[in-house]
């Protein structure tokens, strides 16, 4: 069972990308999903997080209005839009997730490998 975050690259202030969260292998069910991110000299920070039915999601200050976060559960994939990227957005993503491994009673915890979004002119 893996997660793997996809989508970083450099693009310019004002522009658009979005982040995907995939979980692979024998994955039963993908449950409430939360976005991070790791600015440079700075601390790891909660973005967005969505509840396991999509009903509910919740962001940081920073980024109300201007970052989007959705599911496709029959991809089980959770996507981050990010609208009007400042210089302020540059970090590491990481993405981080409940899921329910084929065969396991419980669900277990676990984070994607990062995908770096560089905001820059």
């Known amino acids: 069972v893996q997660l793997q975050a996809s989508g970083g690259g450099l693009v310019q202030p004002g522009a658009s990308l979005r982040l995907a969260c995939r979980a692979s292998?024998?994955?039963?069910?993908?449950?409430?999903v939360g976005w991070y991110h790791h600015p440079p000299g700075k601390h790891r920070e909660l973005v967005a997080t969505i509840t396991t039915d999509g009903e509910l999601t919740k962001y940081a200050d920073a980024v109300k209005g201007r970052f989007v976060v959705s599911r496709d559960d029959a991809r089980k994939t959770v996507y981050l839009q990010m609208n009007s990227l400042t210089s302020e957005d540059t970090a590491v993503y990481y993405c981080n997730a409940n899921l329910k491994p084929v065969g396991d009673l419980y669900e277990r915890n676990y984070w994607g490998q990062g995908t770096l979004v560089t905001v820059s002119s």
């Open positions: 292998g024998s994955v039963s069910s993908m449950h409430a």
